[in-house]
């Protein structure tokens, strides 16, 4: 996609070389935005009656490529003039032309900055009765804050894009311009860096609310004072039966009692040390 600092002017107009005013009831102009920044364009008119031959110009201010001119179903030839950004585009609509249909893609209507994409463009349609203007986003984008040049405008979709339209109620220049973004484009780093402790606060309250809830029901199947003596040596890890027995005011024949249960359990390994026991948590 192209970087810019300001939108390329893109105006257009349609000038009949014979004298007399064309008569263009109805103007349609169509911006389809390409994910890679390009706008595939199409023009069409409808005139007020069947045309006599003519020879028309039509001006584009700005880089374009596959042009294609089409009226009353049948391709017109065309003659494209390059001065400068100016492309001056010259042909003949047959005789009982009722309609017109240009079409081409440009490349310089649409301009980002880090994530944001802008359209811009300058319009000078002939005058008529009912001008529409629609612009299509890129699948996957949406428009930025509602910033949207001129106000008056449709927002809409068709179930997979986003597009924009206006029913403009007068001819002459108007700019058009919008901000857009990708949906699906890269968080800002402090978006991710948030949704990365969030879903670390959320693994750590399910590893400590499993382990609680497992203990809880491990520890259903002890008496009370067993599960004194395993909560004393699962934080402590290793103890000497003496101070527990001092801690709980067990007397000695109980403690041996209860540590020989959980040794038996294959939770608790003791050693002797003179006259009491150095207990290990082995759980």
């Known amino acids: 996609m192209r970087h810019a600092v300001i939108g390329v002017l893109f105006v257009l107009f349609l000038i009949p070389s014979a004298a007399g005013a064309l008569e263009i009831p109805e103007y349609n102009i169509t911006f389809d935005i390409l994910a890679n920044g390009y706008v595939n364009e199409r023009v069409s008119m409808v005139f007020a009656g069947s045309l006599n031959a003519s020879t028309l110009n039509y001006v584009v201010l700005g880089e374009i490529s596959d042009l294609a001119i089409s009226g009353g179903g049948k391709d017109i030839d065309y003659v494209l003039e390059k001065s400068g950004s100016e492309y001056n585009v010259k042909f003949i609509v047959p005789k009982g ?61 068709d179930g997979e894009r986003i597009y924009l339209k206006w029913d403009l109620d007068k001819s002459g220049e108007t700019a058009i311009y919008f901000k857009f973004y990708n949906t699906h484009s890269d968080y800002h780093p402090l978006m991710l860096a948030v949704m990365g402790f969030c879903a670390f606060a959320i693994v750590v309250y399910i590893v400590v609310y499993y382990r609680k809830r497992v203990r809880k029901e491990f520890l259903r199947g002890f008496t009370e004072d067993e599960r004194k003596v395993l909560k004393a040596l699962s934080e402590r890890r290793v103890c000497m039966q003496k101070a527990l027995e001092k801690q709980f005011g067990f007397s000695r024949t109980k403690m041996t009692r209860v540590v020989k249960r959980l040794e038996e359990k294959g939770l608790v390994e003791r050693e002797r040390v003179g006259r009491t026991n150095r207990l290990f948590y082995r759980k």
């Open 97 to 157: 032309t009722e309609n017109l249909t240009i079409t081409f893609t440009a490349k310089d209507l649409v301009f980002t900055k880090e994530s944001l994409y802008s359209f811009f463009t300058s319009l000078q349609p002939p005058v008529s009765e009912k001008i529409n203007v629609v612009a299509l986003l890129p699948r996957g984008f949406a428009v930025y804050r509602d910033v949207v040049y001129p106000e008056g405008y449709d927002m809409l979709t």
